[in-house]
């Protein structure tokens, strides 16, 4: 598994992972259980995550932290496409955190940030 840190300027922080093999799912189990996450949805995260073509956002507002998973895909493109899917669910928890307004240019650079800093650590 690969996985990166990061921290948007001390406002909210996440960890990405990708390359993910069957070994790596008690780590991420571990990190969804840090963040409050109830054991069903552990199960289920770790269950998805076992498929092709899945990934999974899990946020906790309360501790400014979220944790992003990329499933192993069928193609780069549908690599691609999960990850844009995941962090759509990421700018979510973030804006709503934050009160930025849907569809507002905040939001827009919001989800540009997320991308630079993403893309930063590849």
Known sequence: ???HYIDIVGKWAFVI???IR???LGEIGD???ALGAEKADIYKAQDVLTGLNAGLTYSS???RMSIVCIGNA???EQWWNTLVHEI???KNAI???YGVEKGSEEEAYLIGYIMQRIVRNF
Request: proline fraction near 4%; aromatic fraction near 12%; charge should be negative.
């Open 22 to 24: 069957e070994k790596d």
């Open 74 to 76: 069928t193609s780069e």
């Open 95 to 97: 804006g709503n955190y």
């Open 88 to 90: 759509e669910h990421l």
């Open 17 to 19: 992972a990708y390359d």
């Open 1 to 3: 598994m690969t996985k």
């Open 61 to 63: 507002p309360r501790q």
């Open 31 to 33: 990190w969804l259980d």
